[in-house]
C-alpha cells in the first residue's frame, strides 16, 4: 500500500514539488520539517545590546570596562500622541541618538511643556521600533491628539532606568553595529571581538583575542557614541559537547527545586537569592576584584602585607591608590621612611587610637625631666592615667604618667 507524501506523481510528469515541508517529509519521513525548524538560521541568529557607559582605561576601579549600570538620558526630538481608548493615550516619541533597547523598559518623561505637558512623568515603553527610531508607552485616565512642536521639546528629556539583569559572557563572540572611537582604538563592524571580564548582569570587557588563545583587552580612552553590539547566537556542535547537566549540590533544597506546584514560587526565590548574594559579596574579600568599603575593621592579632610582585620597589607606585599598604589616617604605614608619627613641639602624635611599642631601645643615656628625686625610698602613687612598661637590664619597671 503506498504511503502518503510517497514519491512524485506521474500524471504531473514529474513535477518538482514546490512545497518544502512535504518534500522534507518526503526523504525523512513525516515530522522531520519541524526537528529542522529548531535549527533554521541558526548561523545567522544574533541577539543585541545597546552601548550604555564606559570605565575609562584612567579609571581605578575595573578600568577599559562597558558598563551597563547607568541610566541613559537622551534629548526628545518629536512627541505625538493618538487615541486608544475613551480613557488612554498611547504616546509615541524619539530621540537623538537613537538607542537601540528592548520594549518594557522604565523610563521617566520631563521637561516637556505646553500641551504635551501632561505626558510627563514615569512610565514602561510598550513598543521599540527596530533601530531604536521611536519608542511607545501608555498613559491611563487621558484621551487626546496632540503633536508638540519643537519648542515645547526644547528641554525634553528621557531617562531609561538602567534595569540590565544579563550581559554577554565569556568568550562570547560580538560585533559592533558601525565603526566607532574608543580613543587610540576603533571598533570595526564585521570584525569579531571576544567578551572578557564579564560579571554576567552588568559589565564586560572586549578581546581581540579569546581564551584560549589569550586575553588581549581593548583599551578605552574616550566614551564612544552610541552603537550597538551584535552577539552571534549560532549554536555549533562544541556547545552540544560542552554541555553538562549540573551536580545538584544541595539535595535537601535543590533536588525537589522545581518538583512543586509552584514553579513561579521557586524562580522568586531564586532571584531574591541572587539579588542577596549580589548586595552582600560587595563587601567581602574577593581574588576577582577589588573591595572597597567604608566600615570599621577591627583585627585581633597581626596583620601580615605582601607585595608578591615588588610594586613598591619604585617611589611612583606608592602613590598609586592600589599599592599594597596599611594606613593609619591618611599615612603609609612602614613603608620606606615614612612614620605614622608626627612631632608636635616636644610630643609625638599619632592618628591611631591605640599604640603599642614593641620595643624601645635608648642607645646612650637619658635624662627624664620635670621630676625631682623626693627621697632615695619610694613613694606611694596618688595618681595616674597612664604607664609604659620599660626593661632596664632585664628588670621591668614602668613610666606612671599623666596626660
Known amino acids: ?15 518538482e514539488n514546490v512545497n518544502d515541508v512535504q518534500s522534507l517529509s518526503n526523504l525523512g519521513g513525516v515530522g522531520l520539517a519541524g526537528d529542522l525548524r529548531v535549527i533554521q538560521n541558526n548561523l545567522r541568529n544574533t541577539s543585541y545590546l545597546p552601548f550604555n557607559s564606559v570605565k575609562l582605561s584612567t579609571d581605578l576601579s575595573n578600568p577599559d570596562t562597558f558598563d551597563f549600570t547607568t541610566d541613559k538620558v537622551l534629548d526628545i526630538t518629536s512627541l505625538e500622541t493618538k487615541i486608544l481608548t475613551a480613557d488612554s493615550t498611547e504616546v509615541k516619541f524619539s530621540t537623538t541618538p537613537d538607542y537601540n533597547t528592548y520594549a518594557g523598559e522604565e523610563i521617566t518623561i520631563e521637561n516637556v511643556t505646553g500641551a504635551g505637558a501632561g505626558f510627563n512623568g514615569d512610565y514602561f515603553t510598550t513598543n521599540v521600533a527596530t533601530g531604536g527610531t521611536f519608542y511607545s508607552y501608555v498613559v491611563t485616565g487621558v484621551a487626546t491628539t496632540i503633536t508638540a512642536s519643537t519648542g515645547e521639546l526644547s528641554s525634553a528629556k528621557v531617562t531609561f532606568k538602567s534595569k540590565t539583569n544579563f550581559v554577554f559572557t565569556k568568550d562570547d563572540v560580538v560585533g559592533v553595529s558601525k565603526t566607532v572611537s574608543v580613543g587610540s582604538t576603533s571598533l570595526f563592524p564585521n570584525i569579531d571581538y571576544f567578551i572578557t571580564g564579564s560579571d554576567t548582569t552588568s559589565k564586560f570587557k572586549l578581546s581581540t583575542t579569546n581564551s584560549t588563545v589569550g586575553v588581549n583587552t581593548i583599551s578605552i580612552g574616550s566614551t564612544p557614541g552610541q552603537f550597538d553590539f551584535i552577539r552571534k547566537d549560532a549554536v555549533l556542535q562544541e556547545n552540544l559537547i560542552a554541555f553538562k547537566k549540573p551536580d545538584i549540590q544541595d539535595d535537601e533544597e535543590f533536588n525537589s527545586y522545581l518538583s512543586g506546584d509552584d514553579i513561579n514560587a521557586a524562580l522568586d526565590r531564586t532571584q531574591a537569592a541572587g539579588e542577596s548574594a549580589e548586595y552582600t559579596i560587595e563587601g567581602k574579600y574577593k581574588g576577582t576584584e577589588d573591595t572597597t568599603i567604608d566600615e570599621n575593621v577591627k583585627i585581633e592579632g597581626t596583620v601580615n602585607l605582601f607585595d608578591p610582585i615588588s610594586y613598591n620597589s619604585s617611589s611612583a607606585s606608592l602613590s598609586n591608590p592600589k599599592s599594597p599598604g596599611i594606613f593609619i589616617g591618611n599615612t603609609r604605614a612602614f ?16 592618628d591611631s587610637h591605640e599604640v603599642s611599642i614593641g620595643e624601645l631601645l635608648f642607645v646612650s ?3 627624664i625631666s620635670g621630676v625631682s628625686i623626693a ?9 595616674f592615667t597612664h604607664k609604659i612598661p620599660v626593661t632596664v637590664n632585664g628588670e621591668t619597671y614602668f613610666l606612671l604618667m599623666t596626660t
Open 335 to 350: 613603608s620606606s621612611d615614612n612614620n605614622p608619627w608626627t612631632i608636635d613641639g616636644t610630643n609625638l602624635k599619632t
Open 1 to 15: 500500500m503506498a504511503e502518503q507524501n510517497q514519491g512524485f506523481r506521474q500524471d504531473l510528469n514529474f513535477q
Open 365 to 367: 643615656d637619658i635624662t
Open 375 to 383: 627621697s632615695s625610698t619610694g613613694i606611694g602613687v596618688t595618681s
